[in-house]
């Protein structure tokens, strides 16, 4: 069975501090993926990354980083030099590779990020 | 990625009726899917929408309740029926295209049953 857990149910930063956003799976899927999503206020889930298991290498996008550590399993997300467009919920899943890969969620971290 | 569109964005129900929520993408995909969110709470899958065929629904959600449809490789319908307030949710669709293996997600309808 896969599981994720996103220990931190709720963040609160001061613009410009840097965050990390924590993510520990479990599966028994030898390759899969790991997803991070973002949900702001409208609702709307908004996809940020995929990460396939056997590509450990860490990624950064602009002021998002990802540290993708398969030892500890775990999927963890920074946002540098926060600001208050942030705030949102941030989701991490995990699927199976292949088609029709059902994705299992975390619970969710709320972040907000005070002006 | 694709350009997903939810009707209604939101509606508020009376207990006992029915409503139909539509999902429809902008180009041809391989897979649809509907989630539930209810408040405060992460996705939980309901049903992949199987075009041409009878939805694959997941365990604790049934067919009577949550009847959907999929005519096209384009559109969605999802009905919530014989609502009461515990299916006060967001209802998301999610679509993916088989060489994509990434879910992306509609704008949501938010459903309040009184």
């Known amino acids: 069975a896969q599981k994720v857990t996103q220990a931190q149910t709720e963040i609160s930063v001061v613009e410009k501090e840097d965050v990390t956003l924590d993510c520990v799976y479990e599966?028994?899927?030898?390759?899969?993926?790991l997803f991070w999503y973002k949900q702001p206020p409208s609702g709307e889930l908004v996809f940020l990354i995929r990460?396939?298991?056997?590509?450990?290498q860490n990624e950064i996008s602009g002021r998002y980083s990802w540290n993708f550590q398969k030892s500890t399993s775990s999927f963890n997300f920074t946002i540098t030099a926060s600001q208050v467009v942030d705030s949102a919920v941030y989701f991490c899943a995990l699927s199976a590779t292949g088609a029709n890969s059902k994705l299992t969620f975390g619970k969710g971290i709320t972040l907000s990020v005070r002006p | 990625s694709a350009v997903i569109s939810q009707k209604p964005s939101r509606d508020i129900c009376q207990r006992g009726t029915s409503l139909t929520i539509q999902c429809q993408v902008d180009s041809q995909v391989t897979m649809m899917f509907w989630y539930r969110q209810q408040p405060g709470q992460s996705l939980t899958l309901i049903a992949t929408a199987n075009q041409g065929s009878e939805a694959t629904y997941e365990s604790g959600f049934v067919i009577d309740k949550f009847p959907i449809s999929r005519p096209n490789l384009t559109f969605s319908t999802l009905t919530v029926s014989n609502m009461s307030p515990e299916d006060s949710s967001i209802y998301l669709c999610?679509?993916?295209?088989?060489?994509?293996?990434?879910?992306?997600f509609g704008p949501g309808t938010r459903l309040l049953v009184l």
């Open positions: 990460r396939n298991s056997f590509d450990e």
């Open positions: 599966t028994r899927d030898t390759t899969y993926y």
């Open positions: 999610s679509v993916e295209r088989l060489i994509q293996e990434t879910q992306y």
